[in-house]
């Protein structure tokens, strides 16, 4: 069974930062690739980050230059960097796992709220 664990979320004025960590736990899967997703009130869940088991990664092309993605292969953690966060950044934040059997795994979520 594998779990994810994000944590980090909270409220932020405009024009701010937070870190939001993924954290996976369990036995018997091996990681191909974590992906960020994000769902505001009302609208679909969305893939915006994304980075493979070799490191490499993609975002979405409104996201670049604000939002950062990095693993720590060893802990099984990806943490995402947000910069310059705007209230349309408001939204349920999810990580995704997919295994090399291609099994896919999702955290609960974190909330991240931009307002002043």
């Known amino acids: 069974q594998v779990q994810l664990v994000e944590s980090g979320g909270g409220l932020v004025q405009p024009g701010g930062s937070l870190r939001l960590s993924c954290a996976a736990s369990?036995?018997?899967?091996?990681?191909?690739?974590m992906g960020w997703y994000r769902q505001a009130p009302g609208k679909q869940r969305d893939l915006f980050a994304i980075i493979t088991s070799a490191g490499n990664t993609n975002y979405a092309d409104s996201l670049k230059g604000r939002f950062t993605n990095s693993r720590d292969k060893a802990k099984n953690t990806v943490k995402l960097q947000m910069n310059g966060l705007e209230p349309e950044d408001t939204a349920v934040y999810y990580c995704?796992?997919?295994?090399?059997?291609?099994?896919?795994?999702w955290g609960k979520g974190a909330l991240v709220t931009v307002s002043s």
């Open positions: 995704k796992l997919v295994d090399y059997n291609g099994m896919a795994y």
């Open positions: 369990g036995s018997g899967f091996s990681i191909y690739a």
